[in-house]
């Protein structure tokens, strides 16, 4: 019987939301209940915190925000490209159709986060921990997953051509339905983890079996 993955929380927000400014984002800010839809940045800050937010058309112009909390928070058509985000938390997190080009997710801990149709190649998610994280329909070619721990991955109809999984378990993962002609993993990583038939002939030589014509 096919294991039935987890339920993925989704964040708690009010019905209604006001808009609220980032004049003044520095260490340790705190924002809470409101909508953004102006362009954040160029800035750095440490340990700032975000509660049930909104954030809109956002453009995150040489944003780093190591350390920062976001609980509650929706991502809407967002383009957070380039940003630095190591080591930060994000619960009860979605992501719509944003751009997240080479985003710097290292040291991460995500948990009960959703990805839909965002485009994430290069996607840096070293030594982070993934919790109950869906993508769908996201391009994640060139991400790279290293060193990575994981409970209830789902990648859905994703491209993951080219992402790096080295020493980063795949086990329960379904690949699927999944998009590539080539991941990077061996075969400690691949153990437990699902293909499609048509998949197959693509991991064998992984685990020391030659196809002869």
């Given at each position: 019987?096919?294991?039935?993955?987890?339920?993925?929380?989704?964040?708690?927000?009010?019905?209604?939301?006001?808009?609220?400014?980032?004049?003044?984002?520095?260490?340790?800010?705190?924002?809470?209940?409101?909508?953004?839809?102006?362009?954040?940045?160029?800035?750095?800050?440490?340990?700032?915190?975000?509660?049930?937010?909104?954030?809109?058309?956002?453009?995150?112009?040489?944003?780093?925000?190591?350390?920062?909390?976001?609980?509650?928070?929706?991502?809407?058509?967002?383009?957070?490209?380039?940003?630095?985000?190591?080591?930060?938390?994000?619960?009860?997190?979605?992501?719509?159709?944003?751009?997240?080009?080479?985003?710097?997710?290292?040291?991460?801990?995500?948990?009960?986060?959703?990805?839909?149709?965002?485009?994430?190649?290069?996607?840096?998610?070293?030594?982070?921990?993934?919790?109950?994280?869906?993508?769908?329909?996201?391009?994640?070619?060139?991400?790279?997953?290293?060193?990575?721990?994981?409970?209830?991955?789902?990648?859905?109809?994703?491209?993951?051509?080219?992402?790096?999984?080295?020493?980063?378990?795949?086990?329960?993962?379904?690949?699927s339905r999944c998009r590539f002609t080539h991941i990077h993993a061996d075969e400690q990583e691949l153990r437990g983890a699902v293909i499609a038939p048509e998949q197959a002939s693509g991991f064998i030589e992984v685990f020391g079996v030659r196809v002869k014509d």
């Amino acid at each position: 019987m096919k294991k039935k993955n987890r339920r993925i929380q989704t964040p708690d927000l009010p019905e209604q939301l006001d808009p609220i400014k980032l004049d003044q984002l520095t260490d340790q800010s705190f924002y809470e209940m409101g909508t953004i839809n102006e362009p954040i940045g160029p800035v750095y800050a440490e340990h700032v915190r975000f509660d049930q937010m909104h954030f809109k058309n956002v453009t995150f112009r040489e944003t780093e925000l190591p350390f920062s909390q976001w609980l509650d928070v929706v991502f809407e058509n967002c383009d957070l490209s380039g940003a630095g985000l190591s080591g930060a938390r994000f619960n009860r997190v979605v992501f719509r159709d944003c751009k997240l080009a080479g985003t710097d997710f290292d040291r991460l801990v995500m948990q009960d986060v959703t990805w839909t149709n965002c485009q994430a190649p290069y996607l840096i998610c070293n030594q982070t921990e993934i919790r109950d994280v869906q993508f769908d329909n996201c391009l994640l070619k060139g991400a790279n997953f290293i060193n990575a721990s994981q409970d209830n991955l789902q990648l859905g109809t994703s491209d993951i051509e080219d992402v790096q999984f080295t020493g980063t378990s795949l086990k329960s993962v379904d690949l699927s339905r999944c998009r590539f002609t080539h991941i990077h993993a061996d075969e400690q990583e691949l153990r437990g983890a699902v293909i499609a038939p048509e998949q197959a002939s693509g991991f064998i030589e992984v685990f020391g079996v030659r196809v002869k014509d």
